[in-house]
């Protein structure tokens, strides 16, 4: 069973930065798509970034355009993610989770993912 962990997580003050790792245990089969999530309590799980492992498209959702960067190391099997301008509504859990069934990213339904990381914390606080 390909595990996904997640790090980097931790308290950073607003406008800071901070980058999270996601590692895969085994090379999964290509293509696929990682993608990054977030939640906090109370609330469903919000698609944030994701990119093709394949060609390294990215697509980031509205909230996060401009400030969020997806990257990936093939090599390493790992994909970042480097967010700058942080806000305190970035507070969340992020997950990072494998969608092994298209080639670009598709969209973020939490559906289509087979593989989760267990989550890192990301707490954005003066």
């Known amino acids: 069973q390909v595990q996904l962990v997640e790090s980097g997580g931790g308290l950073v003050q607003p406008g800071g930065s901070l980058r999270l790792s996601c590692a895969a245990s085994?090379?999964?089969?290509?293509?696929?798509?990682i993608a990054w999530f977030r939640q906090v309590p109370g609330k469903e799980r919000e698609g944030v970034s994701c990119i093709s492992i394949s060609d390294g498209s990215t697509m980031s959702s509205d909230s996060v355009k401009g400030r969020f960067t997806m990257s990936r190391d093939k090599a390493k099997r790992t994909v970042y993610l480097q967010m700058n301008s942080l806000k305190p509504e970035d507070t969340a859990v992020y997950y990072c989770?494998?969608?092994?069934?298209?080639?670009?990213?598709?969209?973020?339904?939490?559906?289509?993912?087979?593989?989760w990381g267990q989550g890192t914390q990301v707490t954005v606080s003066s």
């Open positions: 989770a494998a969608d092994l069934s298209v080639f670009v990213c598709s969209g973020f339904a939490v559906i289509n993912y087979e593989y």
């Open positions: 085994e090379f999964f089969r290509e293509p696929y798509t």
